[in-house]
């Protein structure tokens, strides 16, 4: 009689055991087919192509997503280029023999956007 009381405690715990490992197969199996939203733009994956932030935001933002351009530097294409033909030719440098200059388009987009970025923390 106790040895069929224990045979029956066995047989429930392996069924629970079962029915535990087949929940857990079938809920990993909605997991894996379910579909994911892009949270990524399409321009910040091409970031990895060897290509740098200042050339995402000149040539990539600019062309593809104009409002995230503009809240990037606070200003739109139009007010961004009269601003750099105003200070183009004194931040402007000549190449040397061992590096190429930094092209004043990127020197001011840089300058404006760290100068936002204190002008945000006051």
């Known amino acids: 009689m106790e040895n069929k009381n224990i045979e029956t405690a066995l047989l429930g715990c392996a069924i629970v055991n079962l029915m535990a490992i087949y929940f857990v197969i079938k ?18 994956r091409r970031r990895e ?6 050339s995402l935001l000149n040539c990539e933002l600019k062309s593809e997503d104009a409002s995230a351009y503009n809240n990037f530097l ?19 440098t000549q190449d040397t023999i061992l590096r190429d200059a930094i092209p004043a388009r990127d020197k001011s987009v ?8 204190l002008l945000d923390n006051l």
């Open 27 to 44: 809920k990993k199996a909605t997991y894996k087919t379910r579909v994911r939203k892009m949270w990524c733009r399409n321009w910040l």
């Open 49 to 54: 192509e060897g290509k740098g932030i200042l």
């Open 74 to 92: 606070r200003l739109c294409e139009k007010q961004t280029e009269y601003l750099l033909t105003l200070i183009n030719d004194d931040i402007k």
């Open 110 to 117: 840089a300058k404006l956007y760290f100068l936002l970025k």
